[in-house]
Antibody, heavy 119, light 107 residues
Framework: EVHLLESGGGLVQTGTSLRLSCAAS????????MTWVRQAPGKGLEWVSA????????NYAEAVTGRFTISRDNSKNTLYLQMNSLRAEDTAVYYC????????????WGKGTTVTVSS | EIVMTQSPATLSVSPGDRVTLSCRAS??????LAWYQQKPGQAPRLLVY???ARATGIPARFSGSGSGTEFTLTISSLQSEDFAVYYC?????????FGGGTKVEIK
């Protein structure tokens, strides 16, 4: 069974950093793109970033470009999101999601980890 | 950036009703359109991809249609477990973008 488990969320102050992790199991991790999607309290879904299976290709939403870095360690079946210069508007539940074969819709989602940025 | 617009924002319906949700793209996304269902406190779940292909395990009462800029998700006979928020997402261009969602609530 495919399983994604996010961790690393918490309460942090404006301007600080946080690294999220997503442990994957049940599939050949290196063969699939992975994505981070966030959801602010009471709001809709917002795509944050995506990375190819090899890690050689990355894409970011404009709102996080230059502050967030997506990466993966295929030897550990783990996806990461390094978040720097955090702002109040980054407060959200962050979901890790598996990309579909050769595509960027998300066919399996983790339960999410909550990031709260407070001044 | 492709802007995805869903309508209506909220739909009040009764169990057994036929429900049609709309999603419009600001430019063509070909058939690179997915639909997700999200229930309170849960992660989203993939329903449809490629505009019309049902994901694994999704009941046949869910069907997607459309291409280009106009898409529809239809629930043929709404069940109690279908009350949720539904999102469309285009994956034709970067950045990936979601619609604002349609909440299907009990009338």
């Amino acid at each position: 069974e495919v399983h994604l488990l996010e961790s690393g969320g918490g309460l942090v102050q404006t301007g600080t950093s946080l690294r999220l992790s997503c442990a994957a199991s049940g599939f050949s991790f290196t063969n699939y793109a992975m994505t981070w999607v966030r959801q602010a309290p009471g709001k809709g879904l917002e795509w944050v970033s995506a990375i190819s299976g090899s890690g050689g290709g990355t894409n970011y939403a404009e709102a996080v470009t230059g502050r967030f870095t997506i990466s993966r360690d295929n030897s550990k079946n783990t996806l990461y999101l390094q978040m720097n210069s955090l702002r109040a508007e980054d407060t959200a539940v962050y979901y890790c999601a598996k990309g579909a074969p050769s595509s960027y819709y998300m066919d399996v989602w983790g339960k999410g980890t909550t990031v709260t940025v407070s001044s | 950036e492709i802007v995805m617009t869903q309508s209506p924002a909220t739909l009040s319906v009764s169990p057994g009703d036929r429900v049609t949700l709309s999603c419009r793209a600001s430019q063509s996304t070909s058939s690179n359109l997915a639909w997700y269902q999200q229930k309170p406190g849960q992660a989203p779940r993939l329903l449809v991809y490629g505009a019309s292909a049902r994901a694994t395990g999704i009941p046949a009462r869910f069907s997607g249609s459309g291409s280009g800029t106009e898409f529809t998700l239809t629930i043929s006979s709404l069940q109690s477990e279908d009350f949720a928020v539904y999102y469309c997402q285009q994956y034709n261009n970067w950045p990936l973008t979601f619609g604002g969602g349609t909440k299907v609530e009990i009338k």
